[in-house]
């Protein structure tokens, strides 16, 4: 069983940046697809971001390319997500996911387990 645990969510001006870590437990961090998927209020979940196991696959939404930019380091079990240029419409709360099929996807499906989430509330 894979504990996610997120961290690094706080209030934030609109333009700022931050970063948010996801630090795994319980499993084999390296063999895991790893992504971040949010939530704002009143709206359903959405994919924003994931990493294949050795790096070399990332795939992010439409909403947060080129702003948002993922990482991991196996050696830690932690995966980031570093959000720059934030706007008001990236409040939301973020969850980290990992999964087990070994390629990246948009599909909440796809991914096994999930943490409890992060807020990350951005203002004007």
């Known amino acids: 069983q894979v504990q996610l645990v997120e961290s690094g969510g706080r209030l934030v001006q609109a333009g700022g940046s931050l970063r948010l870590s996801c630090a795994a437990s319980?499993?084999?961090?390296?063999?895991?697809?790893m992504g971040w998927f949010r939530q704002a209020p009143g709206k359903e979940r959405e994919f924003v971001s994931a990493i294949t196991w050795s790096g070399d696959n990332r795939h992010y939404s439409d909403s947060v390319k080129g702003r948002f930019t993922i990482s991991r380091d196996n050696a830690k079990n932690t995966v980031y997500l570093q959000m720059n240029s934030l706007r008001n419409e990236d409040t939301a709360v973020y969850y980290c996911?990992?999964?087990?099929?070994?390629?990246?996807?948009?599909?909440?499906?796809?991914?096994?387990?999930w943490g409890q989430g992060t807020q990350v509330t951005v203002s004007s």
């Open positions: 319980g499993g084999t961090f390296s063999s895991y697809v």
């Open positions: 996911v990992a999964g087990g099929g070994g390629f990246v996807s948009e599909s909440e499906s796809e991914y096994d387990y």
